[in-house]
């Protein structure tokens, strides 16, 4: 039992640091806000870890929810900003 | 061991199983149309039978009354999200097709 | 039992970090978005199996929120614009 908790909790903050990681390296706007969404997703199970239901329901509901959905928004007017100009798109992102 | 909790554990496996066959689909297969088809397959049985799992569990009404709450909201997401971006793929009218 | 509930957690927890991998690798945000849904789904699950564990029930309304906030995420995702393109 105790074991298994130890074995989750290491799981839990590798891949939050991996997460982070990945997050704050990549360079289009929109990976990173979807990054940054899981992140927040992931943030408030360590905070559903650590016995403090408030404050994931915060985390979950203004982090990655609220601000995720404003950053989705801000990132698609500046991708169409700067294709409109004419400069580089994330068009290596296409299908 | 009473057989109330083997039920529980035996359907908690088989929502672990969806869970896993959806992760493996969604990492392994090649087309996005299949790997949608994997998605709503963890989200809507997966997490079914993991409620399904717990309600034995549940200390009181409302407590199971909240569980399929939160597997109704679910299945209402996974499907108006799949829609989405099924539509959003074939159409070929999202931001990342410029 | 709470052995059960946490063998079954450390699974989904494992379906998580694997899925990280489709969302940092994925050639479109369609998939990018799909991965992020299903980890949420599987959040809501862990959160849902360490309730009974950590023995506080409140957990289960953290579960609502993330299930209404896929939606949003979603929705907020697949918006177009209408400026541009019209239709």
Do not use: C
């Amino acid at each position: 039992m105790n074991a298994l908790l130890t074995l989750f909790d290491l799981l839990l903050t590798l891949t939050l640091l991996g997460l982070a990681v990945v997050t704050v390296t990549s360079r289009e706007l929109r990976r990173a806000v979807i990054l940054f969404i899981a992140f927040g997703l992931l943030l408030a199970l360590v905070w559903a870890r650590l016995r403090a239901p408030d404050l994931a329901l915060a985390e979950a509901a203004i982090g990655a929810g609220l601000s995720g959905a404003l950053m989705l928004a801000a990132a698609r007017r500046a991708s169409g900003r700067k294709t409109s100009t004419g400069e580089d798109s994330d068009a290596k992102d296409a299908p | 061991m009473d057989p109330l909790q083997l039920l529980s554990g035996a359907l908690l496996l088989v929502g672990a199983f969806f869970f896993i066959a959806g992760t493996v689909g969604l990492i392994r297969l090649h087309d996005r149309f299949s790997r949608l088809h994997a998605l709503t397959k963890a989200d809507n049985v997966g997490l079914g039978f993991i409620v399904l799992g717990l309600m034995p569990l549940a200390p009181d009404l409302f407590y199971g009354l909240k569980l399929v709450l939160v597997w109704l909201l679910v299945v209402i997401a996974g499907a108006t999200g799949a829609h989405l971006i099924a539509k959003r793929a074939l159409r070929g009218d999202g931001e990342d097709v410029l | 039992m709470s052995t059960s509930l946490l063998s079954v957690a450390l699974v989904l927890m494992a379906g998580i970090a694997a899925g990280l991998i489709r969302v940092a690798i994925g050639p479109t945000p369609s998939d990018r978005m799909m991965a992020a849904q299903l980890m949420g789904t599987s959040g809501i699950g862990v959160i849902l199996l360490l309730a009974p564990v950590l023995a506080v029930p409140a957990l289960i309304d953290v579960a609502l929120i993330f299930s209404l906030l896929a939606a949003v995420a979603v929705t907020a995702f697949t918006r177009r614009r209408l400026t541009n393109h019209g239709d």
